[in-house]
């Protein structure tokens, strides 16, 4: 069964606690300027949308990467960066019409959500269930494609 | 099927990819003219710092990723076209038919018209085997001048700084990244290569180049006299690699114009990435000579050329760059319609975002490289930003915000109200 990280901003109180646990782990700090996941705070409008990568179908980034650095990890469907071929180029940076990679100055490596291999960290430490790892046909998914199409510069080879 | 893709750059590695993921038994011949595995040149920075070997450059990584998949690589260069015969002459005298071609021969380095860029130690920065030829004289303390400062010159920059040399940058035009910054994004990036020790010199012309004494060269410029270097790399532009197209009677302007399916003839020649005039998502045709669009027209001119009906939306320019550390942006057409700015000199930040009506249209960006891609999904889904326009007219630098709302708004407020 194919999971995937399903986001419910109505219950995201905005106490950060996935973007502390998600740099804890990938970074060894907790700090959420390195978290792969981040929230956003709509100050005017009381809310707070947890955004992070969708592992979407087009997999804009794997496709940009010059040097093969990004692939899919064929148990959980996520596309994950390897820091050793990762060259910093930055390309994928732009190239995610989500402004779901980041750069890391501090490694010269970007950073995306891998899904923690298939047991996400954001998930487990989210305390009112805004952040849930579910079979990938209960989540949004599809209308995360819908508008995935929409950034479409074309139909996708498929193999 | 015979397909022949001519080039082995990212354009011709993944429409050779797609060719066979459609095409089991097609016989696909992938054409290049330099030694070794297909590389990025965008790596070759890299290459030259030492963060990866030559090898890190490589396009594919796993070993006999051609082979395994059945691509038959073919060192050569093409010469000659025959679309009678259905026939690519290569410079070899080696003749390959096809069924279905498709032209990826990329671009080619281009000098200015003055006397002594032949000399040894001039050097242009755009194969591995340049890189090879920079890395030898572009020692710790050595004295370069790079002449050029868009955006290639900018990404070199950054590799002879990490090398420790004594660097000028000489640019014609009055400002740096005249193309892809505008003056007031040119002038902060200046500010900072300036304070990283880099000599930055705008408005400044390459005259010429001398042997100097010994191994060094004499670099005459204007203004500013002769100053020697151990080094003069040349990055004033690139041209496309269509010469050999002559007489073919394809349609040739800035590189093969093709139309929105990447065919050249209405038939059976395509071709894709930096030599290819392909469908600008703003309107129009354009070389976008950029990585995902390479990978795009790779992707959608092989769908086609096994039988598909791919039709492109059009390619965005966009381009980000590391100048010793400072990173910008650029995306669309920034430099139209109304505009939104943030500055912060001290802080060497900078957002400038350019709207159409209520939409997305350009942006730039120094400093700033959390969710930066959401200015493309902006830009490119035509998003239409109703009241987030006025929010980004007084503060551009929330641009990834209102991609979120945009793109969240409607579930969260179905949710809230369910």
């Given at each position: 069964m194919m999971m995937s990280l399903h986001i419910d901003p109505a219950k995201c109180t905005g106490c950060l606690q996935c973007e502390l646990a998600c740099s804890y782990d990938n970074e060894g700090v907790f700090n959420p300027s390195k978290s792969r996941i981040k929230v956003f705070n709509f100050h005017d409008e009381g809310r707070f949308v947890p955004y992070t990568c969708t592992q979407c179908a087009e997999a804009w980034c794997l496709q940009a990467c010059p040097v093969d650095a990004i692939s899919v990890d064929l148990k959980t469907g996520a596309k994950v960066v390897s820091d050793s071929l990762c060259v910093g180029c930055k390309v994928c940076t732009i190239a995610c019409p989500f402004g779901t990679v980041n750069y890391n100055a501090s490694t010269g490596k970007v950073l995306k959500c891998d899904l923690c291999g298939g047991d996400p960290e954001c998930a487990k430490a989210c305390p009112t269930q805004a952040i849930t790892y579910v079979d990938a046909n209960w989540t949004g998914l599809e209308r995360m494609r819908t508008w995935a199409a929409k950034t479409d510069s074309g139909p996708r080879a498929t193999h | 099927?015979?397909?022949?893709?001519?080039?082995?750059?990212?354009?011709?590695?993944?429409?050779?990819?797609?060719?066979?993921?459609?095409?089991?038994?097609?016989?696909?011949?992938?054409?290049?003219?330099?030694?070794?595995?297909?590389?990025?040149?965008?790596?070759?920075?890299?290459?030259?710092?030492?963060?990866?070997?030559?090898?890190?450059?490589?396009?594919?990584?796993?070993?006999?990723?051609?082979?395994?998949?059945?691509?038959?690589?073919?060192?050569?260069?093409?010469?000659?076209?025959?679309?009678?015969?259905?026939?690519?002459?290569?410079?070899?005298?080696?003749?390959?038919?096809?069924?279905?071609?498709?032209?990826?021969?990329?671009?080619?380095?281009?000098?200015?018209?003055?006397?002594?860029?032949?000399?040894?130690?001039?050097?242009?920065?755009?194969?591995?085997?340049?890189?090879?030829?920079?890395?030898?004289?572009?020692?710790?303390?050595?004295?370069v001048v790079l002449v050029g400062a868009g955006f290639i010159g900018c990404i070199?920059?950054?590799?002879?700084?990490?090398?420790?040399?004594?660097?000028?940058?000489v640019e014609s035009e009055s400002r740096m990244l005249p193309k892809m910054m505008d003056e007031a994004g040119g002038e902060m990036i200046a500010r900072w290569c300036a304070a990283k020790g880099v000599k930055v010199l705008t408005a400044t012309r390459l005259k010429g180049v001398a042997q100097g004494k010994g191994e060094r060269l004499a670099v005459t410029l204007d203004p500013g006299g002769t100053v020697p270097a151990d080094l003069v790399v040349?990055?004033?532009?690139?041209?496309?690699?269509?010469?050999?197209?002559?007489?073919?009677?394809?349609?040739?302007?800035?590189?093969?114009?093709?139309?929105?399916?990447?065919?050249?003839?209405?038939?059976?020649?395509?071709?894709?990435?930096?030599?290819?005039?392909?469908?600008?998502?703003?309107?129009?045709?354009?070389?976008?000579?950029?990585?995902?669009?390479?990978?795009?027209?790779?992707?959608?001119?092989?769908?086609?050329?096994?039988?598909?009906?791919?039709?492109?939306?059009?390619s965005l320019i966009m381009n980000v760059l590391d100048t010793a550390g400072l990173i910008s942006a650029s995306f669309g057409h920034w430099e139209r319609g109304e505009e939104a700015r943030a500055l912060d000199a001290k802080a060497f930040r900078y957002v400038k975002l350019a709207f159409d009506g209520d939409r997305l249209a350009g942006a730039l960006t120094i400093g700033l490289t959390d969710h930066v891609g959401a200015i493309r999904g902006l830009i490119q889904t035509r998003a239409a930003l109703g009241g987030w326009k006025a929010k980004l007219m007084r503060d551009p630098t929330r641009v990834a915000e209102a991609f979120v709302a945009s793109s969240c708004a409607p579930r969260a407020q179905a949710r809230g109200t369910s």
């Open positions: - | 099927m015979r397909y022949v893709i001519v080039g082995a750059g990212p354009a011709g590695v993944v429409a050779a990819e797609t060719l066979r993921g459609r095409d089991a038994g097609g016989e696909i011949a992938l054409i290049g003219d330099e030694p070794g595995e297909p590389y990025a040149r965008m790596a070759i920075p890299y290459v030259l710092t030492g963060k990866i070997g030559e090898s890190g450059a490589r396009l594919r990584k796993t070993k006999d990723h051609y082979r395994a998949l059945g691509i038959r690589t073919v060192p050569g260069r093409a010469a000659r076209l025959d679309r009678g015969k259905k026939e690519l002459a290569l410079a070899d005298g080696t003749k390959l038919t096809f069924d279905s071609l498709l032209i990826a021969t990329g671009a080619h380095a281009i000098k200015p018209p003055v006397p002594g860029l032949d000399l040894p130690g001039v050097h242009h920065c755009w194969t591995m085997a340049d890189a090879r030829a920079i890395a030898k004289r572009a020692s710790k303390g050595a004295e070199i920059l950054e590799s002879l700084v990490e090398r420790g040399v004594k660097l000028s940058v040349i990055a004033t532009g690139v041209k496309a690699n269509t010469d050999f197209l002559a007489g073919s009677n394809l349609k040739l302007e800035d590189g093969v114009r093709v139309d929105d399916r990447l065919c050249a003839d209405g038939n059976s020649i395509y071709a894709a990435g930096d030599c290819a005039q392909g469908p600008d998502f703003s309107g129009g045709f354009m070389v976008h000579a950029i990585q995902p669009t390479a990978a795009e027209h790779g992707r959608i001119a092989a769908v086609n050329m096994t039988g598909g009906d791919a039709r492109y939306k059009g």
